[in-house]
Structure formats: structure tokens, C-alpha cells
């Protein structure tokens, strides 16, 4: 049913794109998704959805640990952008990204017995929030509270795989609130000028904790940002999970075949505050109506029932399996067991290398002297200057061209090379 190596679940999923019609929003049929495909972004924005509740029950009767994020009205931006990524990419999710942890293999159970501390999880029950990944398995670099910070992290992992041949691609999220942090704009021109296989999720859910965007950015696209570093950017209707995939799976074709980072903005809107703690009375109830009507889950449900991709019986069969699910996972995590004292004076200090050995997929020659060596040397074709490289008022703008290192000619030994060495120390005096 889907590529040999992707990664899908056993059960199929959903959706849609939009065009604009006389100002309101048109739901055509895609031609790129199967209905099985359809079905299975429906399943998992379901699952999300129905992992969240559950998580929001338990942190009501005080089992939850630490804070618990909703992506309540997000969901189809971390399923949609997840579910085209193969099971060989990397991706680092933020705490509103559960979503792509179910996508990418992560069993609820995970999840549950994360936020509650067990020692059943991940972290054996050393952290109580979302700050886990799998490195071995699933490729999934566990969150980073500094917003931004996982930019250039993954922006190390995309140019490493490349390094080794894998033909990889990395993904990871950012808010609109971290898109104005530092290290956002260092890593993304880090991985602008590197050319590296990097698709970055900018989910525009219009609230920095409880600063609007308009507050905090004079731009009504955040995907102009990427314009400054010669980054290819897209804008989704983040609420669309169809047209979420659809730009997700363009943008890691693009990565994959060499063609550099993308930017893509999806426009959505966060229908909970900041956290459980946080009512967010500071959101215009205007707002959250207007964002309601656009709900992801039901847009996807009508979408379904309009285009006869399924019936009742089977909306029926996803929602059993999901709730068995659930109960099954959440059991499990109810009986775990905490972490026994001993264990707060483990893993404190790293106690030598992650064993995690490289795993080469091109000839290692190709990037070892003297195949890879290079002139230290450049061709530079704009001299930089004002009448070459920048247009004066009412000028057109100059053709941007990348300079080239120079190929390295092949090494061999050559006769008095001492001599020559001695003769540029001097030069240099």
C-alpha cells in the first residue's frame, strides 16, 4: 500500500486541499493521496487528539508530572508534515508535536507513562514532559527548551547523513514566538549556506504564550523570513491536513535531491492557553470561534463523507481501534511503576561515547584526501562591488551568483616543494 521504505502503520488515514472560491474555502479532492492514505491522517490526528484527552484526565487527577502542552486544533500540522517523511529521515518534535511522535512509531504508552514519570518510559522516569527521542530506531531527536536550538541541531544531523551518503532529510518545528529567537536565524542561514537537506515547520498558531504575532513580528507571512537567507519557503493552510502533507512531501522531494533547506509556514491557531495552568483569557473569544469553524478533525470528516471515501461502518472501526488503544496503554502506564531511588544517582554524568557507530552508504574514499581535497582558492564571479553586486535607486538588482571553490589538481610529489614553502614564509615577512 505505501513505498517500501516509508513508514506506515497498519491502518489507513485522510484529507484535503482548498482553493479559494468568492472568499470562502473550496474543498477539492486530491489526486495525489489514496483513500487509504486519506484515512490514515485521519487515524492519527484522531489518535492525537484521543492521547491528549486522556493526558488532560490524568493531569486532572494529579498523575501528570510536569506541564502538559495541547495541540488541541494544531494536530494536522504534525501528522501532515510527519507522514511524509520516510522511515531512514530524522525529526525532532516540540511539545505540541505529539502528533508526529505517533506517525513516526512512538506508542502512546510512551507517551503516557512520560508524562506521568514512570519508570516504564523512555526516561525511565527522570522527566516528566515530552523530552525524549529514539536515536537508534526511529531517529528522533528529543526535544530542546531553548527555542530554536534544535535549527541548528538538525541542520548538523541533515549535513551528517549527507556526509555519510544516506540521502536523508531532517525535520523539526518552531513556533511563530521562537521564529524571533537567535538561534532560529543562525540555523537557518547555517543551513542556507550549507545546502542542507532540512525541511523546518513554522507552526503560526498566532500566540507567543499570550503575545499576538502582530506584537511581536511586523509580518503578516512569517515565511519571509527564509527570503533573507535565499531559503525556499511555502505557506499551508496548517488546518488542511491533505495540502499539509502534500507541501511537506514537495518540500522533502526538494531536500532529497539536493536542492537545499525549506521554510514552511503553517497558519493554524492554538485553541488552548499556553499550557493546562494558563485559561488564556487573553485570546478574543472572536478568535477562537472563528478557528473552531475550521476545526482540523472535522474539515477532514466532511471531506471524507463528501468524497465517499468511507461510510459509518468504517469511521466506526477507526474509533474502536483507537479507544482500545488507548485503553490498553493507558492501563499499562497506570501500573507502571515509579522509578526506585537508586536510580536519581544514574546517568547523571556521561559515562563515555553513545555507541551509535556511523553508517556509511557511499565509499569513504569520496570524502578522505585526496579525493575530497580542494584549492584553497575560490572563483568569485561578483566582485562585490556597488556597480556589480548592488542596484542603485531605480536600478535593477545584479544577478546573485555562488561562488565555486576550485577543484583540487591531483597531488604528486614535486621537487624542491621545501624551497617553495620557505620562499611564501618570506613573501609573508
Known sequence: MFPKNTLRPAWPPPMHNTAKNNGRAKVTASPALTREQHLDLYFFMALNRAVEEAMVRLFRQNKIVGGLYSSLGQEAVSVGTAYALEKRDWMAPMIRNIGSLLVKGVPPRDIFTQHMARYTSPTKGKDGTSHFGDLKNLHIVSPISMLGDLI???????????????????????????????????????????????????????????????????????????????????????????????????????????????????????????????????????????????????????????????????????????????????????????????????????????????????????????????????KVSDPGSIEAGQAMPGAPLAKFTRMEKTPAAPRSPAKGSTKKIAARSKGRR
Not at 551528517?160 to 551518503?165: D, V
Not at 546517568?347 to 575530497?372: D, F, K, Q, S
Open 152 to 378: 541548528p541541531v538538525m541542520t548538523g544531523v541533515a549535513m551528517a547523513g549527507r556526509y555519510l551518503g544516506q540521502k536523508i532529510v531532517a525535520m523539526t518545528w518552531i513556533g511563530d514566538g521562537g521564529s524571533s529567537t537567535g538561534a532560529f536565524h543562525e540555523g537557518l542561514n547555517l543551513a542556507a549556506v550549507q545546502r542542507a537537506p532540512l525541511v523546518l515547520v513554522l507552526e503560526n498558531n498566532q500566540w507567543a504564550y499570550s503575545t499576538p504575532v502582530s506584537r511581536q513580528v511586523p509580518l503578516r507571512d512569517l515565511a519571509d523570513r527564509a527570503r533573507a537567507y535565499g531559503v525556499h519557503s511555502a505557506i499551508v493552510d496548517g488546518n488542511d491536513v491533505a495540502a499539509v502533507y502534500q507541501t511537506a512531501k514537495a518540500a522533502v522531494d526538494r531536500c532529497r535531491a539536493g536542492q537545499g533547506p525549506v521554510l514552511i509556514e503553517a497558519k493554524t491557531m492554538r485553541m488552548r492557553g499556553h499550557a493546562q495552568h494558563d485559561p488564556a483569557e487573553y485570546v478574543p473569544q472572536g478568535m477562537f470561534e472563528y478557528w473552531k469553524a475550521r476545526d482540523p478533525i472535522e474539515r477532514c470528516e466532511k471531506f471524507l463523507t463528501a468524497n465517499k471515501l468511507w461510510d459509518a461502518k468504517t469511521k466506526s472501526e477507526i474509533h474502536a481501534r483507537i479507544d482500545g488503544l488507548i485503553k490498553a496503554d493507558l492501563e499499562f502506564a497506570e501500573n507502571s511503576p515509579l522509578p526506585p531511588p537508586e536510580l536519581a544517582e544514574q546517568g547523571v554524568y556521561c559515562e563515555g561515547p553513545l555507541c551509535l557507530e556511523p553508517r556509511w552508504e557511499r565509499p569513504i574514499a569520496e570524502v578522505t584526501p585526496p579525493g575530497c581535497s580542494v584549492q584553497a582558492a575560490w
